[in-house]
């Protein structure tokens, strides 16, 4: 009898899981191009404001991938989800979205933005040519923090990608891109 009360109570909490971030993503995947590539513009602009090291690399970058609101919910099981803008020379090049699965210790939802700057002409060319991208597999992609943003200047950029999280709000304790993937969408 208890075995049968905890599958079903852990079955509840991965339809809570499911139904929560459903319901949350539902809202963020209806975006159309033109809200998408404003959206982008503006997150942007606000990741410059708050990290004037991000603004440096963006002038070396081949392209940059900017995700302005990823969602992330999680009961037991959680996941991700967000629709982004690849821009090459200032100029909209593609739509992608960004997925997520996780299991674990975590509660809670939050919502975040997170940009990154494609180096490299082989990172570029990964991103077109992937059926999509697992951030951790592929080009090395190095996550930006405060103690990396210290030790970065334009002149040390080295790895093929870098990667910028911010403008988060939300409770949940860890925040991280590994194991992300990003894929190209239509829009």
Same mark, same amino acid.
């Given at each position: 009898?208890?075995?049968? +009360? +905890?599958?079903?109570?852990?079955?509840?909490?991965?339809?809570?899981?499911?139904? #929560?971030?459903?319901?949350?993503?539902?809202?963020?995947?209806?975006?159309? /191009?033109?809200?998408?590539?404003?959206?982008?513009?503006? /997150? =942007?602009?606000?990741?410059?404001?708050?990290?004037?090291?991000?603004?440096?690399? #963006?002038?070396?970058?081949?392209? %940059?991938?900017?995700?302005?609101?990823? %969602?992330?919910?999680?009961?037991?099981?959680?996941?991700?989800?967000?629709?982004?803008?690849?821009?090459?020379?200032?100029?909209?090049?593609?739509?992608?979205?960004?997925?997520?699965?996780?299991?674990?210790?975590?509660?809670?939802?939050?919502?975040?933005?997170?940009?990154?700057? =494609?180096? #490299?002409?082989? /990172?570029?060319?990964?991103?077109?040519?992937?059926?999509?991208?697992?951030?951790?597999?592929?080009?090395?992609?190095?996550? %930006?923090?405060?103690?990396?943003?210290?030790?970065?200047?334009?002149?040390?950029?080295? !790895? !093929?990608?870098?990667?910028?999280?911010?403008?988060?709000?939300?409770?949940?304790?860890?925040?991280?891109?590994?194991?992300?993937?990003?894929?190209?969408?239509? +829009?």
């Amino acid at each position: 009898m208890n075995n049968a +009360r +905890r599958t079903l109570h852990n079955l509840l909490l991965v339809a809570a899981a499911t139904l #929560s971030l459903g319901l949350i993503s539902g809202s963020v995947n209806a975006a159309t /191009a033109e809200d998408l590539n404003k959206d982008a513009a503006q /997150a =942007l602009q606000t990741l410059y404001k708050s990290n004037p090291v991000a603004e440096d690399i #963006s002038k070396k970058a081949k392209a %940059v991938l900017v995700f302005p609101n990823i %969602v992330k919910a999680g009961l037991v099981f959680g996941g991700s989800y967000g629709e982004g803008v690849l821009t090459k020379s200032s100029q909209f090049a593609g739509y992608y979205n960004s997925v997520s699965a996780s299991w674990g210790w975590q509660a809670g939802a939050e919502s975040y933005a997170y940009v990154v700057f =494609l180096m #490299s002409d082989k /990172a570029v060319k990964y991103l077109d040519k992937s059926k999509g991208w697992e951030i951790g597999v592929g080009p090395t992609v190095v996550v %930006v923090n405060e103690g990396v943003a210290k030790n970065l200047s334009s002149s040390t950029l080295k !790895d !093929d990608a870098y990667a910028f999280i911010f403008d988060q709000k939300g409770l949940m304790a860890s925040l991280s891109i590994e194991g992300t993937k990003i894929s190209r969408i239509k +829009r």
